[in-house]
């Protein structure tokens, strides 16, 4: 009984979360991560030892995101349950993205179709980080599937999963991790030694949630196919996690990602992942959208049995 409100909280936030995605007139916790973050790069990301001030300031707004939400929900209980109930669900609701990855995902196959392949490349300019300028339509679809394969961890399994291990503080934690990674993680001039400790702390973060999220999307998809992949394409991507959901979805779809691409102007050759070179349609971003509603319902459903029940 005493964790009936801390359900219902999540539940209220799960549904919440279908029904209205990030709304952008709402404030965001993100939002104060990312301008933290780049006020912090700004000021410590040139002249000398870049590598130490990097990873002291991300260690420390990590440390600092942990400690403030731990005293939040801290306190919000200590003053009343149903406070408590409140801001788990506020945070909850801001701490997965699932709806709106889908909704992303879906608008770039319809402005696709509906607009052209210049109007397609814009749309996907805003969910992924590669060059879009040049990619054909097939191009354009299979980043799309990829994006959501592998954000199905980073913004929805991940956040819950760390929801289940140490509640709101190591969610929003994990959120300050994830948002450090897309802004400073990555290997070029600026980035390399500033954001490095950043990335190793993200992969760390993410390596349990990866696989997990590739093996309930097996599990869902009812796909043996899947299974398979995760093992023998899984570990074939340059990044230690991204593979896995990437590898998932192309067991489930039977197709084939991956490949050479542009990212922040580096050309970067990504392997393949699977063996059937499809052309995308819409069929597969609706499959996408199913497999994606099905793992976070799961994975909720999940966390609130081990959590309350077990």
Known sequence: MEHYPEIIAVLIAYLLDLLVGDPLWLPHPIVAFGKSISKGEKLLNHGHHRLLKGALMSIGLIGFVFAFFYGLMWISDWL???FAMVLTGLF????????TLIREGVAVFKVLAMDGLEAGRKQLSRIVGRNTSELSAQQIR??????MAENLSDGVVAPIFWY???GIPGMMTYKMINTLDSMIGYKNERYLYFGRVAAYIDDAAN?????LTALIMALVAFSSQAIRFIFQ????????????????LAGILNCRFGGPNVYHGQLVNKPYIGLQDHTFDDS???ITSRINHAVCFFTIM?????NYFL
């Not at 909850?92 to 709806?99: D, E, T, V, Y």
């Not at 394409?233 to 998932?248: I, L, T």
């Open 142 to 147: 299979t980043a799309v599937l990829e994006t």
């Open 80 to 82: 009343h349950p149903l």
């Open 164 to 166: 289940a291990i140490a």
């Open 92 to 99: 909850f609701f801001f701490g997965i993205a699932n709806q």
């Open 233 to 248: 394409f899984g570990k074939k991507h340059n990044s230690p996690n991204a593979g896995y959901p990437e590898a998932a």
């Open 284 to 286: 597969h971003i609706k």
């Open 302 to 306: 999940i966390t609130i049995t081990i």
């Open 207 to 211: 390596y349990i949630p990866a696989r």
